[in-house]
T-cell receptor, first 111, second 113 residues
């Protein structure tokens, strides 16, 4: 079964700490995404990755960076996290039927 | 720039009835993909159905179908014979040639017994 795995599922950090969110897929899909979702809102695109070391900014990249050194893994990094980065973060992988498959999300609280 | 708009914030229907959710989109691309997703109470985001812009036939999967009106840039989701478990937030999304996937703000569907 196709699956996108996000780790950790829940994370609490203090303002100013660095945050690493990880996403994995075992289907060798080329295109992957990072989104954030705030309460009552839709999903906002942070970054899109087309393959290893081929990343592009989405709509809200400020305060975030990404890393993709292996096709199966796509990481989202928050350097010196801010309280307004408290959100639920979703990773997705573009499947061969053209429909992105989403992970279960990471709930991040920055205190 | 791409934009997806869902004007209905919430809809409430009785079980076993049919519901339609609206979605309009904006893009300069001549070729694109349209999707509907469902987000459950647990937060899980589930793919439901897809429409390719070059196809004239409306997509149908199970009790989900689409009303694709390309001249109006509209892609409505129709759920027939609704069930209690269809209660969720429904998102419309569009993927363009760059791979960028843009979502609407969602419609909350409540199905009452």
């Amino acid at each position: 079964d196709m699956k996108v795995t996000q780790m950790p599922r829940y994370l609490i950090k203090r303002m100013g700490e660095n945050v690493l969110l990880e996403c994995g897929q075992d289907m060798s899909h080329e295109t992957m995404y990072w989104y954030r979702q705030d309460p009552g809102l839709g999903l906002q695109l942070i970054y899109i990755s087309y393959d290893v070391d081929s990343n592009s900014e989405g709509d809200i990249p400020k305060g975030y960076r990404v890393s993709r050194k292996k096709r199966e893994h796509f990481s989202l990094i928050l350097d010196s996290a801010k309280t307004n980065q408290t959100s639920v973060y979703f990773c997705a992988s573009l499947t061969y039927n053209q429909a992105p498959l989403f992970g279960e999300g990471t709930r991040l609280s920055v205190l | 720039a791409q934009k997806v708009t869902q004007t209905q914030t919430s809809i409430s229907v009785m079980e076993k009835t049919t519901v339609t959710m609206d979605c309009v989109y904006e893009t300069q691309d001549s070729s694109y993909f349209l999707f509907w997703y469902k987000q459950t109470a647990s937060g899980e985001i589930v793919f439901l159905i897809r429409q390719d812009s070059y196809k004239k036939e409306n997509a149908t999967v199970g009790h989900y179908s689409l009303n694709f009106q390309k001249p109006k840039s509209s892609i409505g989701l129709i759920i027939t014979a609704t069930q209690i478990e269809d209660s969720a937030v429904y998102f419309c999304a569009m993927r363009v040639n760059t791979g960028k996937l843009t979502f609407g703000d969602g419609t909350v569907l409540t199905v009452k017994p």
